[in-house]
T-cell receptor, first 114, second 114 residues
Framework: AQSVTQPDIHITVSEGASLELRCNYSYGATPYLFWYVQSPGQGLQLLLK??????LVQGIKGFEAEFKRSQSSFNLRKPSVHWSDAAEYFC????????????FGQGTTLQVKP | SAVISQKPSRDICQRGTSLTIQCQVDSQVTMMFWYRQQPGQSLTLIAT?????????ESGFVIDKFPISRPNLTFSTLTVSNMSPEDSSIYLC???????????FGEGSRLTVL
């Protein structure tokens, strides 16, 4: 069955520290992979996506993610976290285009300590 | 990108009543998608709304409970019928960027059913 697992429900890091949010997926075909961020009271915003090509993808707000097929992972990283990064982060996997059906992980809540 | 507006942004409803959520997109799109995010949970696709045809529902969701309209290429509504407290969720409208698999989301409609 297709699924996305975010093992960490809640993560707390200090401002300025590095961040890695884990995402593992189970998918029968070559997946499209996404990371979204949801700030309190806001909709979801796309941080980055992987479709093909270079396995290290750059996104907005200084985030990057690396696709590792052998590990079925797509972990999100940021070298230095800012207080404004506190939010909920969702990893998602989808098939090809024109389906609108993304399978989302349970989400990781990021808290940033001053 | 697409700008998606949803109304209402939030509402408190009584058990047994129905509420219609509106979704307006600033460009014409073939398919619109409705997702549900239950408290503390991830996002789950409810249905796909195509203009000029009946919506396609995912497993576990039925038209009687979540009737959808799609009168034109920029607008859709989702009705949550005969609500119970279990329907308390954020309902999100989304559209896909052309041929990319990337979804854009509205800010969501947060429903609380008492």
């Amino acid at each position: 069955a297709q699924s996305v697992t975010q093992p960490d429900i809640h993560i707390t890091v200090s401002e300025g520290a590095s961040l890695e949010l884990r995402c593992n997926y189970s998918y029968g075909a070559t997946p499209y992979l996404f990371w979204y961020v949801q700030s309190p009271g806001q909709g979801l915003q796309l941080l980055l996506k992987y479709f093909s090509g270079d396995t290290l993808v750059q996104g907005i707000k200084g985030f990057e993610a690396e696709f590792k097929r052998s590990q079925s992972s797509f972990n999100l990283r940021k070298p230095s976290v800012h207080w404004s990064d506190a939010a909920e982060y969702f990893c998602a996997v989808g098939a090809s285009s024109n389906t609108g059906k993304l399978i989302f992980g349970q989400g990781t809540t990021l808290q940033v300590k001053p | 990108s697409a700008v998606i507006s949803q109304k209402p942004s939030r509402d408190i409803c009584q058990r047994g009543t129905s509420l219609t959520i509106q979704c307006q997109v600033d460009s014409q799109v073939t398919m619109m998608f409705w997702y549900r995010q239950q408290p503390g949970q991830s996002l789950t696709l409810i249905a796909t709304a195509n203009q000029g045809s009946e919506a396609t529902y995912e497993s576990g969701f039925v038209i009687d409970k979540f009737p959808i309209s799609r009168p034109n290429l920029t607008f859709s509504t989702l009705t949550v019928s005969n609500m119970s407290p279990e329907d308390s969720s954020i309902y999100l409208c989304s559209v896909e960027a052309a041929n990319t698999g990337e979804l854009f989301f509205g800010e969501g409609s947060r429903l609380t059913v008492l």
